[in-house]
T-cell receptor, first 111, second 117 residues
Framework: SQQGEEDPQALSIQEGENATMNCSYKTSINNLQWYRQNSGRGLVHLILIRSNEREKHSGRLRVTLDTSKKSSSLLITASRAADTASYFCATDVGGNNRLAFGKGNQVVVIP | NAGVTQTPKFQVLKTGQSMTLQCAQDMNHEYMSWYRQDPGMGLRLIHYSVGAGITDQGEVPNGYNVSRSTTEDFPLRLLSAAPSQTSVYFC????????????????FGEGSRLTVL
């Protein structure tokens, strides 16, 4: 079963705007990561947040984690056309050597 | 470095045919895995390996075999292809299972698009 589920599924924004997407999960986790996938390409790791962290920044990316609500959000500030991609959250449930991926969030940034 | 290399990029099979998707990495990664990606389903783990000679099943292993005779290679075999196996397959690796747990970073190949008629 899918551990993570992103919401909303698709987002279309103007260049320069911020993009926010959410991910929920069902069981306790050790960490949560976000990946980006450009059309027709493999996934690229963006950022990881551990279960004992609440917020993390990396460049224009800001990730939050609320373990009480079992949810995370990814914010991309000042979006660019190159940010057009699908974004996936992935969780490390721990103890089973696996990453469970969500269904993905498609973001289109209009120049 | 080439990173994670998958071949072929595209393949069309008939039902019942067999084939092997190749995956090779040149980063000396201990951990390797195979995922399939289907529309609306995200990525689902098929098989994974924590080192040479060690493999284990993921979420959707049925219909697929793997082996890990070397650190570099992790082929995925379809013994008798079915239309339900039409998908995009991704190989991904990490330095080790410990590093995966610490950093969460998987390195992905570019994918192999398989169509089973």
């Amino acid at each position: 079963s899918q551990q993570g589920e992103e919401d909303p599924q698709a987002l279309s924004i103007q260049e320069g705007e911020n993009a926010t997407m959410n991910c929920s999960y069902k069981t306790s986790i050790n960490n949560l990561q976000w990946y980006r996938q450009n059309s027709g390409r493999g996934l690229v790791h963006l950022i990881l947040i551990r279960s004992n962290e609440r917020e993390k920044h990396s460049g224009r990316l800001r990730v939050t984690l609320d373990t009480s609500k079992k949810s995370s959000s990814l914010l991309i500030t000042a979006s660019r056309a190159a940010d057009t991609a699908s974004y996936f959250c992935a969780t490390d449930v721990g103890g089973n050597n696996r990453l469970a991926f969500g269904k993905g969030n498609q973001v289109v940034v209009i120049p | 470095n080439a990173g994670v290399t998958q071949t072929p990029k595209f393949q069309v099979l008939k039902t019942g045919q067999s084939m092997t998707l190749q995956c090779a990495q040149d980063m000396n990664h201990e951990y390797m895995s195979w995922y399939r990606q289907d529309p609306g389903m995200g990525l689902r783990l098929i098989h994974y390996s924590v080192g040479a000679g060690i493999t284990d099943q993921g979420e959707v292993p049925n219909g697929y075999n793997v082996s890990r005779s070397t650190t570099e290679d992790f082929p995925l075999r379809l013994l008798s292809a079915a239309p339900s196996q039409t998908s995009v397959y991704f190989c991904a690796s990490s330095y080790s299972i410990l590093r995966l747990a610490a950093t969460g970073e998987l390195f992905f190949g570019e994918g192999s698009r398989l169509t089973v008629l």
